[in-house]
């Protein structure tokens, strides 16, 4: 295959092209999934479901059955933000910094788990609940990330090797010889302190910085005592505005991104606009997108920085928060803007020229704020220039519009 972006031949199996750097798997980096499922023979053996073209058909199978029988979510619904302070007494204890909490199927006692000595987690199903039953697909789904990995056995124990943090759901159905069959799920929520690599393309420049965040930050985010519900879930600019934080994991992730830079662009300047813009590429590369109503349950959820950076996941707003917190760390002044539900980051640049070209389909949008101009941009999709929107959004009249029309209650821009 041929690079978009430089025309240079490449290998089909490179996520980024050796000669200019591009993402060939796409400008929006996702966490890719990241554990193994192995089948434990008695003999200790491991037979790994390595093949790609076996899970897929395996992964395919299994969404017919959940979609015949019933999803988790279709079943509870989304599965509610923990709000865990100290592990519960039935948590497994992983370390000082970290345990993992079982619940649903774990609670009934219809399933198990342990981790042993080096590293793996043991998962297994009551001789209750497997009796009658000769085949057992399970399937590991990462909540955060959204993937899933399975794999089908004639026992009814899974090993997971090296689990890593994150919301896990765990799904066994099992089908005895005459046809009859039955599903357990269980939810398993691995809290630690959170040490990710993220990866992301700059001009043409592949960039990699780590992000840490204490287990004991980011439970001081979604516990949040000081936090009201109604700031909390109230859809306003003003709301998402009090969610900025520079302070822990943002300020140091900043410094980590700034370093990276000036390690690839010796000299150069980290205060104007080709700056803000490798920030906002951080930003819209490297998190995945998804909806406050699944992921918490309400139709809005403001998340602090820091829980999006340990999660990896938030939605226009928790990522417009994130943005302006670490354009904030990083001298700028920004805040957000929120229209029909929709978050923006804004930023106040002086000699700021605009982009060299407009994506189709956006367009430039300035905004006049207590006599400062500040420039809205998209940051939940790839390559959206500094300033850019989706030509749906606009500002007229001093009041921002959707398609047109003025927009809903609660739409607006704020800074911390």
Known sequence: MKCPNCGEDVTDDVPFCPHCGHNLEGRRHKRKLRFILM?????????????????????????????????????????????????????????????IELSRAFDDGDMSARLDS??????????????GFS????????????????????????????????????????????????????????????????????????????VDVSLDEFLGCINADGVPDDRRHSPTAESGASFIDTDGSVELLSERLRNAYLSRNPGASTSGQEYADYILDFVQSCFTVGSDTYYHSASTYWAFPAETLHTSVGDSGDLAVLAASILIASGYDAGIAVVNGHGFVAMSLDGYTGPSSVPEGYHQLRVSQNGTSYYITEVDEGDVPLGCVDESYGYSGGRFTYYGQAAGEGSGIALP
């Open 39 to 99: 089948d434990v023979q008695d003999d200790m053996r491991f037979r790994h479901l390595a093949s790609a073209a076996v899970i897929t058909v395996v992964i395919v199978a299994v969404i017919s059955v959940l979609l015949a029988l019933g999803t988790p979510a279709d079943d509870q619904g989304p599965v509610d933000t923990p709000g865990y302070g100290e592990p519960s007494d039935g948590a497994i204890i992983v370390s000082d910094t970290s345990f």
């Open 135 to 210: 085949t057992f697909t399970w399937i590991l789904r990462d909540e955060y990330s959204n993937t899933s990995q399975a794999i089908t056995k004639d026992t009814a124990d899974l090993t997971w090797v090296s689990p890593d943090l994150g919301r896990y759901t765990v799904t066994v159905h099992c089908i005895a010889d005459d046809g009859s069959e039955a599903v357990y799920v269980g939810m398993m929520d691995y809290l630690g302190n959170s040490h990710v690599q993220y990866s992301f393309v700059h001009n043409g420049e592949s960039y990699s910085v780590y």
């Open 118 to 131: 080096s590293g793996q987690l043991s998962i297994w199903l009551s001789d209750g609940a497997s009796e």
